[in-house]
């Protein structure tokens, strides 16, 4: 602030006395500047203006180039489980197993004690009763057991010229229905299911009508379902459930259609094989209707991995073959998985304040289609927490045990309060998987259990699907990073025969059971049936089925959590073995001494035989000449016979070859033990096997009362047989144990 000073000036400056005032004077030039005063204090903040609109996004920066692919990783460790009887106690009030589990770090194939990392406990659940004299395990009454493909036979037929007829009721290779009947009421079983492979009037459907008669008249709840054989025609398949679903049958008699090998038929856009749709199996539930009510139910039969890849929900990843006829293949990128492709879906999961962060556990199921190995590449599927990898799962590798099915079971590190993200991501590691394998992953049941045992399932539909190709000539369609929600197909059936992987030394009842849960527990709760499928026989599967300890956790699981069990080709004529396949057969005319037939529509009773035995009375010239009516190639090593002297194997005729005769002469001592054994070695067709035999010593036939006569089948065919029928009765299993 300037102040300004003016001074008044009144006349002259002396000792005089002061005079007038004298005139005002002119005002005089002004002063200088006077020093700036204090500040004043600041006013009050106004309000702030209102934000301007947001600038435009930048330009995006050019992409950085692709980073060199890493070393190769060390092979993956295979994963190996341990089945130990765990005896009554804390772990199991009843006792059970121990299933102990770990990675083969030392590679030699057995779980050793050190390699043991984890283990858990099957005990015996409420439905099994432990008495002093064993173990029995209760099927629900309302229970589905019973067998599929396993007729017994008639074999009252002697003359060549009725092999193969079906006129005749009783024709051998027509189903003995009343012998059936019989046996079901004797075994306990309710369900059979009769295989259909020809049209209406053929021979396997003539004994369908048979047994739904033979049904009618028993007093005993009785489903009798047809099976019908796979890839059959549309037309081939309505023509048969119409013309079954018409037959009239008593209120207590049941009628199912099992759809064989439904599971390869159907169409997925994954691996883009397979011809039937969602609109097949509504076609196929319209045939069973008669004057608007549907007179049968459509159980089609998949294996446990299509279960997971359209019985219910589940997330896909991953990358289809290359199939031969796809014009764009040659390149084969649209089918590779390279190192830097991104394929995963995401989901979020929350921790609300003031919870644990620790001790949360991760469980699903993933099947897998990738059953390869090779040197420097592996497929995994990884999980990750909040971006960091928390564990890996290899799928490279021949899996003979577990059928591509496994537990993805994570124990998670701390969490963070607030939102988390839980990833799963299908990466090929050391090198690209090439076009012509399969690179699928379809994972399910998803949950997260927290520190207080609280369950939250991940919801498959409402996962972050992302994929990313790394090729720049790649279609990304051929990539899948998706729910498989619209391929579900258990809307359209009335429930699922499903085959779970043979029970063996290798299978893993945990993952069993983890499977039950899920995928009968969705059926269920639709009230739709559940069912799984055991083997009657070895045929398709491992070299080494297992024993009892094998199958009695399966067995046990599948009471508790399913709707029962159909074992194919079972062989139901163990049942009276003094008929039917087993019986002798009498000589079809006078030129043979010895006949032995097996008729079509039976199942491959590996190591069935029938055998006559005699010694001989005197030295001399064997002419044994062996006759068949067989002209096909393709059953080559098949069906024998096999001539056995003194325990060594000198002759075999095999009746697949091209000649329908074959002669063969040798000299004998006296006392000389001779066998002539008509037996299979593979499994085989729907084919009417004969043989004519006429054995002469010295020229004179051999009497037939000094033949004796034995038949039988393998070990495993009786122990099935016997095992489920002791399982169905409800009697005690703790004889069929192998300490």
């Known amino acids: 602030m300037l102040i300004l000073v003016i001074t008044s000036l009144s006349g002259c400056i002396g000792d005089a006395e002061n005079g007038e005032a004298g005139a005002q004077g002119e005002t005089g030039p002004q002063g200088p500047p006077g020093q700036d005063g204090i500040n004043g204090n600041d006013g009050v903040n106004g309000s702030d203006g209102i934000a301007g609109p947001p600038g435009n996004d930048g330009v995006d920066g050019i992409n950085g180039q692709n980073g060199t692919n890493g070393l190769d990783g060390n092979d993956g460790l295979n994963s190996l489980i341990d089945l130990v009887e765990e005896p009554a106690g804390g772990n199991c009030e009843n006792g059970g197993i121990r299933v102990n589990s770990g990675l083969d770090v030392s590679r030699d194939g057995v779980l050793q004690l050190e390699e043991i990392d984890d283990f858990s406990f099957i005990c015996q659940p409420s439905d099994i009763i ?115 679903s018409t037959v009239p049958v008593e209120n207590h008699v049941g009628k199912g259609v099992i759809i ?118 592996d497929l995994l599927l990884n999980i990750s927490l909040n971006g960091n990898v928390v564990n890996s799962f290899n799928l490279s590798g021949s899996d003979e045990y577990g059928g591509g099915l496994m537990l993805l079971d994570t124990e998670l590190p701390e969490l963070l309060e607030g939102q988390n993200e839980i990833t799963f991501s299908l990466n090929a590691t050391g090198n690209r998987v090439t076009r012509s394998h399969n690179k699928l992953a379809f994972i399910t049941d998803l949950s997260i259990t927290n520190s207080e045992g609280e369950i939250t399932k991940l919801d498959i539909g409402e996962g972050w699907y992302q994929k990313e190709r790394f090729s720049p000539n790649a279609n990304p369609n051929f990539h899948h990073s998706q729910p498989n929600t619209a391929w579900v197909q258990s809307d359209y059936v009335d429930g699922f025969l499903f085959k779970w992987v043979a029970p063996n030394e290798g299978v893993d009842p945990v993952l069993h059971e983890r499977f039950l849960k899920w995928f009968c527990g969705n059926l269920q709760s639709q009230d739709k049936l559940c069912i799984q499928a055991f083997w009657g026989d070895k045929q398709w599967m491992i070299s080494s089925p297992g024993n009892a300890s094998h199958y009695f956790p399966i067995i046990e699981n599948l009471a508790e959590f399913s709707d029962g069990l159909l074992v194919w080709r079972m062989d139901n004529q163990q049942y009276d073995m003094n008929n039917g396949i087993y019986a002798e057969t009498r000589a079809a005319d006078e ?124 070990d495993h065919i009786a122990f099935i047989y016997n095992l489920m029928t002791s399982a169905f009765l409800g009697e005690d299993l703790s004889h069929f144990f192998i300490e």
């Not at 492979?197 to 028993?218: I, K, P, T």
């Not at 190192?339 to 099947?367: C, E, M, P, R």
């Not at 009417?688 to 051999?702: F, H, K, Y």
């Open 130 to 244: 432990t008495e002093s004299n064993g173990t029995i395990i209760e099927f629900n009454e309302n229970a589905i057991l019973g067998s599929w493909r396993s007729p017994m036979k008639h074999n009252s037929v002697t003359l060549r010229s009725q092999l193969g007829s079906c006129v005749e009721h009783d024709a051998w290779v027509r189903t003995n229905e009343s012998a059936m009947m019989e046996m079901m009421n004797e075994t306990n079983q309710n369900t059979y299911a009769a295989h259909v492979g020809g049209s209406v009037g053929g021979c396997e459907y003539l004994s369908l009508l048979d047994l739904l008669d033979a049904a009618n008249y028993s007093d005993e709840q009785r489903n009798i379902w047809i099976g019908l054989k796979n890839w059959q025609s549309m037309a081939q398949y309505t023509s048969l459930i119409e013309n079954y």
């Open 260 to 377: 064989d090998d439904y599971g390869e038929m159907i169409y997925n856009p994954w691996t883009t094989f397979g011809e039937m749709n969602i609109s097949n199996l509504q076609d196929l539930k319209d045939a069973t209707i008669v004057s608007g009510q549907s007179q049968a139910q459509i159980i089609p039969y998949i294996g446990a991995k299509h279960a997971i890849m359209f019985g219910g929900e589940s997330a896909v990843l991953g990358v289809g073959p290359c199939a031969a006829n796809v014009n764009d293949c040659d390149a084969g990128n649209n089918y590779t998985l390279e190192v830097n492709d991104k394929i995963s879906v995401s989901w979020n999961y929350t921790v609300s304040a003031n919870d644990n962060v620790g001790d949360h556990f991760l469980q699903g199921i993933v099947y897998d289609t990738y059953n390869k190995s090779f040197d420097y590449r």
């Open 591 to 714: 030129t043979y001494y010895i006949a032995g037939m097996y008729p079509a529509h039976m199942p491959a009773t590996e190591d069935w035989f029938q055998q006559w035995e005699f010694n001989t009375q005197i030295s001399g010239l064997l002419e044994i000449e062996i006759n068949d009516l067989i002209s096909n190639t393709a059953f080559q090593g098949r069906m024998l016979v096999t001539v056995i002297i003194d325990e060594t194997e000198v002759y075999v005729h095999d009746l697949g070859d091209a000649e329908f005769q074959s002669t063969f002469t040798t000299q004998v001592n006296s006392g000389a033990n001779v066998k002539i054994k008509f037996h299979t070695v593979d499994s085989f067709g729907s084919v009417n096997w004969w043989t004519g035999i006429d054995v002469q010593l010295n020229s004179a036939p051999i009497a037939m009362a000094d033949l004796s006569y034995i038949s039988g089948s393998s």
